[in-house]
């Protein structure tokens, strides 16, 4: 699969593209930014053959089969159309859009092409995840009744992408979507309502805290913390009735070390017992970058669609919408 970059974004050149090119089974040919001579410096530093000063000039490229789309937020859907058009698959980051009405567009744009959208959520790939979700699938923990996430960093530099509400800024839709995606995964059911509290950074107009619970139906509920300007922490708790599973770096797994995942079975407070599994290194963004390029050559079915994206943006819809209304709001 031959890919093109849309744009020099920190996340594809510190991350996904070196990732990509660790993969003998796909090639980045091109990459495009707004500034010629900055994107052919990206270009040659990547090794990545051709640079391209716009990216409708990367979208005429006929060579190109499939984009990878790391705009700021609001030119996810824009772009992915542009590229749809263009007859290029497209991996496009997280949140697949800004909103609902937003990722709808995409529906028939990708109807009209035939192309493929997948939304980038590299945690999927992760052994780690797959093997807690077979844990939880197997019953080895029980009826699982909670799923508890935290995904913090502090960033309040004015001048970044997450610190602008006009172009999709914000941490409920920069970390929050994987406080929403990861038990949908591990659960593998939606959920029915949900309530939040925000809090805002009174000059970036962002929030930057954000608590929620989602209401899964059956006594099953998931909750999280996400927050921009607070000391950084992970970690995703599952718990059953017969056991636990702990993630110990959920989204950001790094590539240097084994990914741990903890499963405990002990029912009485005070004990902290519990068997570590530990996965060989990978790097999630090679597996993601294999995974999309297999389903665009036809050679696997697409598990997430972006029907699939669409949830997730409808439930980050409902949660902010219940942080103006100060109820639950019926996901949908
Ligand atoms: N999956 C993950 O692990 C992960 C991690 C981090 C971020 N992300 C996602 O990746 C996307 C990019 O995040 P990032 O932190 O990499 O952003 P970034 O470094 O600010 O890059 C965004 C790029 O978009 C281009 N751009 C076009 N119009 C722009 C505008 N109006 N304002 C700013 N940039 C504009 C610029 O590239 P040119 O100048 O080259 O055109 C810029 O470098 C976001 O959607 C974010 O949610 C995903």
New binding site residues.
Partial sequence: MKWGVI??????TD?VIPAMQESDRLEILAIA???FE??RAVAEKLRIPRAYGSYEELLADPTIEAIYN????H??VEWTIKALEAGKHVLC???IGLDTADAKRLIAARDKSGKQVLE?F?VRHHPQWQHARQIVANGEIGDVTTVQSIFTYFNADPD??RNKKD?GGGGLL?IGCYCVVGPRYILDREPVRVVSLIDKDPKFGTDRLASGILDFGSGIQASFACGTQSAAVQRVHILGTEGRIEIILPFNAVQENPAVIRVGTQKQPGFDEAREISFPVCNQYTLQGEAASAIFAGESTVDYPIEDAIKNMQILDALARSSKTGSWEMVA
């Fill in positions: 744009s020099t974004a920190k996340i594809g991350k930014g707004r500034d900055k994107t790391p705009l700021p937020n030119l996810h980051e997280k949140p980038a590299m970044n992408v172009i920069d």
